[in-house]
């Protein structure tokens, strides 16, 4: 490798990190706020209320122009004739549906605005502004109920805040440049390929909150407004963990979509370490979640809590894990411009997991939903990987070797640990488990300038 080329990648490889942690504190911080406001917001609001109020941050969030259109046009349906909710809040459920139809045009341009920063690699300014967006989204209604407990109120109040984010997102970009506030045109000869481009991408923005976030409006039909709150306050709380592989790839969507075709053999090996690292992150988080599901939930949230969430808690936690690493393929197949395999995806998997979301709900209930869930996030990394791979033709060959024998022993001990009740068996287990996990990786996975890096860094800090 020449050394202009080798001092790029170096380069790319400090750019990363920096820009990862930046991403890191721009979800992690909000994330401190969700566990300490959840707790007041669910004895202030009760468990229906606060169910409700979980299902408009989705919409206000992260629903497409298409799917919330859909929401608002079948408004008085979903309330009335769908939704298992008290009469008493029905009206106001209604009202607060329209109300995020002002929300509509405001989700929907500031992603693009925020892509402009992205390209720039301005994302110090980018987490800034979504530490107080994701800061707000919880404060904003605990400081509302302070003078009311009006959902409409409180939806209200989240509209402004996203209304003043959108802002301060066209601020900075027309402070990164000048020329867009003077040079604003339109090119015909861009209608193709951003057409092409933005359709799938469109197909994404329409399937992917129908498949992430129907179970909750599932449940919310067969079963009941108050038992969303079982199911998604442990979701809202564990799904925070993929703002690991969310900083990670936020940063590696403008690198794969610049260096996959001047240089494949970066973009490869960024991926692969990417991957391996989220797994070495996430798994002993992952694993502790699990062990302890029910004596945190209890601690956190109360007795009722713990009951009714604990096994949704750990089969949420296992999946976040499948999801995580499922990030890298995706988000490689996004920034190398093939958004048409994701968006085909998940058009294939839209019908199959809508069914069976719909019949495992009306079995199981919301413990149903959260298994099918899980299962989801593990054919989808399958598939994703699957598909990734081929782009970046890599073949992987296996043969069994005695590392796997100890992954297999470390598996069928995580596993035994959620059957266990004594806490000091549990401990025990975890930290065997942990353990070898640590002897795993330090003895297979890391390579020599890793262990070395490690080493330097320790040595630095001691």
């Known amino acids: 490798m020449e050394e202009s080329e080798s001092k790029k990648i170096v380069y790319s490889g400090s750019l990363i990190a920096k820009n990862t942690v930046f ?34 941050w989705v919409v206000i969030g992260y629903f497409s122009f298409v799917a919330t259109s859909i929401v608002m046009l079948l408004a008085n349906t979903i309330v009335y004739k769908v939704f298992n909710i008290s009469q008493s809040l029905q009206n106001e459920t209604l009202i607060t549906i329209y ?68 802002i301060l997102y066209l601020y900075q970009g027309f402070k990164l440049n000048e020329e867009l506030k ?41 079963v009941s407004a108050a038992v969303i709150a079982y199911y998604t306050t442990p979701y809202e709380v564990i799904s925070k963990l993929l703002i690991i592989p969310g900083a990670i790839t936020g940063v590696l969507f403008p690198t794969f ?23 070495f992150l996430l798994y002993p988080i992952v694993l502790t ?6 004596e945190g939930l209890n601690l956190w949230l109360g007795e009722n809590f713990a009951e009714n969430s604990s096994l949704i808690l750990q089969l949420i936690a296992a999946g976040v894990l499948f999801n995580s690493i499922a990030y890298i393929p995706f988000t490689f197949l996004e920034g190398i411009g093939r958004p048409d395999i994701t968006a085909k995806i998940q058009l294939f998997e839209l019908p199959i997991y809508l069914i069976s979301m719909w019949f ?8 149903g939903a959260a298994l099918v869930w899980f299962i989801r996030m593990i054919i989808d990394s399958l ?19 005695n590392k796997h024998y100890f992954i297999f022993l470390l598996v069928l001990i995580s596993f035994f640990i959620v059957f266990l009740e004594s806490a000091v068996l549990k401990f025990s287990l975890l930290a065997l488990t942990l353990t070898m996990f640590s002897f795993l990786i330090w003895k297979f ?3 020599e300038d890793e262990k070395n890096f490690l080493i330097s860094r320790i040595k630095i800090n001691s």
């Open 23 to 56: 991403n890191i504190l721009g979800y992690g911080i909000p994330l401190i706020f969700a566990l300490a406001i959840i707790p007041l917001l669910i004895k202030g609001l009760g468990e229906e209320k606060f169910g409700i109020l979980s299902l408009t």
């Open 182 to 222: 003077k040079k604003l045109y339109f090119e015909n000869n861009l209608i193709r390929p951003i057409l092409r481009l933005g359709g799938w991408m469109t197909v994404s923005n329409i399937t992917v909150p129908l498949i992430v976030y129907m179970d909750r409006f599932l449940i919310g039909a067969f």
């Open 289 to 294: 979640i699990i062990t302890f599901a029910n």
């Open 383 to 401: 598939i994703l990987f699957y598909f990734s791979e081929k782009k970046l033709f890599v073949r992987f060959e296996f043969r069994f070797k």
């Open 257 to 279: 979509s610049a260096s996959y075709l001047t240089n494949p053999d970066f973009a490869k090996k960024v991926s692969i370490l990417a991957a391996k690292y989220i797994f």
């Open 99 to 166: 109300i995020l139809a002002l929300s509509i045009p405001i989700v929907t341009t500031t992603t693009g605005i925020r892509g402009l920063l992205e390209a720039y690699q301005k994302f110090g300014i980018i987490n800034i502004i979504r530490t107080f967006l994701g800061v707000s989204s919880f404060l904003v209604p605990l400081l509302c109920l302070a003078f009311t407990d009006s959902l409409y109120w409180m939806v209200i109040f989240l509209v402004v805040v996203r209304i003043i984010v959108w």
């Open 445 to 447: 996975f890391l390579g």
């Open 360 to 367: 495992a709900i009306k079995k199981l209930g919301i413990n």
